[in-house]
């Protein structure tokens, strides 16, 4: 059973950062790819970053420059590092586990609170 658990949100002010893990019971490297989204209230959860099994990385265009997406397959973690943060980067944030075959996994998200 894939069990995602995310950690390192909390409560930061505007101009500050935050690390988000991603810990799987299992090896990650069974994914096709592993990402966070985030979902703001009364809006869409949306892609944030984005980590291929190969190590290729993808981001929103809103995040580029900001936030870096990383693994470390030997503790079966994927990070997304958050630096200057802004006040709409507000939002809960899910892990995501892309399948090869069947269905994606979600983790039951973290909270991330930026004050202005």
């Known amino acids: 059973q894939v069990q995602l658990v995310e950690s390192g949100g909390g409560l930061v002010q505007a101009g500050g950062s935050l690390r988000l893990s991603c810990a799987d019971s299992?090896?990650?490297?069974?994914?096709?790819?592993m990402g966070w989204y985030r979902q703001a209230p009364g809006k869409q959860r949306e892609l944030v970053a984005r980590?291929?099994?190969?190590?290729?990385?993808s981001y929103a265009d809103s995040v580029k420059g900001r936030f870096t997406i990383s693994r470390d397959n030997a503790k079966n973690t994927v990070y997304l590092q958050m630096s200057s943060l802004k006040p709409e980067d507000t939002a809960v944030y899910y892990c995501n586990a892309e399948a090869y075959i069947g269905p994606n996994y979600w983790g039951q998200g973290t909270q991330v609170t930026v004050s202005s």
């Open positions: 980590i291929s099994s190969g190590g290729s990385t």
């Open positions: 299992r090896n990650i490297g069974i994914f096709k790819s």
